[in-house]
């Protein structure tokens, strides 16, 4: 596609419930990143993938987040027993390799309540 | 551990006005430093890389410019515009990694007609 693609761009859920966010990076980008960002703040690092294997997944704040990509394109990210806690932007990025120039999509921003 | 501040969190200009904007960094053992801009409820964009050799990068209105041994970096945006008004956020790679980056918190910026 013409750039990186995050859906859905709102997702409201009740406190325990299990969510999935999707993105779809630029076409032929093989480095995929997932970052969540707080208000007020600049966006925090969660998991690299290169093709379909997680690279790096040392930014997962704990057990209940998750991330696949199956067939080195689609990512989705999921995340058990939701907390309030977890309500932030989720953004994803892609690249051609690793070091080059990164795209972000506009992201999901997710809301528990 | 590397922190990233800026500095400030906040600016308000009329149009026209030169600007300074402040990034430092603790670690100055870095591969790159990026700077990006944020409109309200979009992705980010990839301004301008300045690599560990480089001093400074030009794009534009846009000079940025890097210290790594006093570890500072500062954005000058020339005769700033109302379009110019969004969030920058500059970005340091984690050890051994380009795009695996820590951001600062970004500086919000408002020009006015």
């Known amino acids: 596609g013409a750039g990186v693609s995050q859906t859905p761009s709102n997702k409201v859920t009740e406190k325990g419930k299990y969510v999935e966010l999707r993105c779809d990076p630029i076409?032929?980008?093989?480095?995929l990143y997932w970052y969540r960002q707080s208000l007020g703040q600049g966006p925090e690092f969660l998991i690299y993938f290169q093709g379909t294997g997680a690279a790096d997944d040392s930014g997962l704040p704990n057990d209940r987040f998750f991330a696949v990509r199956p067939e080195g394109s689609v990512s989705t990210l999921k995340i058990q027993r939701t907390e309030r806690g977890d309500s932030a932007v989720y953004l994803c990025?892609?690249?051609?390799?690793?070091?080059?120039?990164?795209?972000f999509g506009e992201g999901s921003w997710l809301t528990v309540v | 551990k590397q922190e990233v501040t800026q500095i400030p969190a906040a600016l308000s200009v009329p149009e026209g006005e030169n600007l300074v904007l402040n990034c430092s960094f603790t670690?100055?053992?870095?591969?790159?430093l990026q700077w990006f801009r944020q409109d309200p409820g979009k992705g980010l964009t990839s301004l301008l890389l300045?690599?560990?050799?480089?001093r400074e990068q030009t794009s534009g209105r846009l000079n940025a410019s890097l210290d790594k041994s006093s570890g500072r970096s500062t954005l000058y945006i020339a005769a700033s515009q109302p379009g110019d008004s969004a969030t920058y956020l500059c970005?340091?790679?984690?050890?051994?990694?380009?795009?695996?980056?820590?951001f600062g918190a970004g500086t919000r910026l408002a020009v006015h007609p």
């Open positions: 076409s032929g980008h093989t480095a």
């Open positions: 300045i690599q560990s050799s480089q």
């Open positions: 990025a892609s690249s051609s390799r690793e070091g080059n120039t990164i795209y």
């Open positions: 670690d100055s053992a870095i591969y790159n």
């Open positions: 970005a340091v790679p984690f050890s051994g990694g380009y795009n695996k980056l820590i």
